[in-house]
């Protein structure tokens, strides 16, 4: 059983930057996977990026390449996606996932995940 609890989400303005945080609990870190996905009113789910916890492995999605970054930190068992140069197109709950499946993981599918946090707003203001 894993837990997750987001942080760090709020208003932001054009060009902007915000860190997501993501505490994770749990025994199985050694095959641990975390992404973040986001999802707007209407809209599906979408991956923004995703961490292999044990080899540090990374994805982002196309849309958010050069201007987010995840990392995790080991010690404080935490998942983060910096956030940068945000634009209106970025408003969205922001979910944290993740999964302990030993088995190749779909990056992109919301099935493939077991673990959901509660959802952080992150929201453009002009």
């Known amino acids: 059983q894993v837990h997750l609890t987001e942080s760090g989400g709020g208003l932001v303005q054009a060009g902007g930057s915000l860190r997501l945080s993501c505490a994770a609990s749990?025994?199985?870190?050694?095959?641990?996977?975390i992404a973040w996905f986001r999802q707007s009113p209407g809209k599906e789910r979408d991956v923004v990026a995703y961490?292999?916890?044990?080899?540090?492995?990374?994805y982002h999605g196309d849309s958010v390449k050069g201007r987010f970054t995840i990392s995790r930190d080991l010690d404080a068992n935490t998942a983060y996606l910096q956030m940068n140069d945000l634009k209106p197109e970025d408003t969205a709950v922001y979910y944290c996932?993740?999964?302990?499946?030993?088995?190749?993981?779909?990056?992109?599918?919301?099935?493939?995940?077991?673990?959901w946090g509660q959802g952080t707003q992150v929201t453009f203001s002009s």
């Open positions: 996932a993740a999964t302990t499946r030993n088995s190749t993981v779909i990056i992109a599918k919301p099935f493939s995940y077991d673990y």
């Open positions: 749990g025994p199985t870190f050694s095959s641990l996977k």
């Open positions: 961490i292999n916890w044990s080899t540090g492995t990374t």
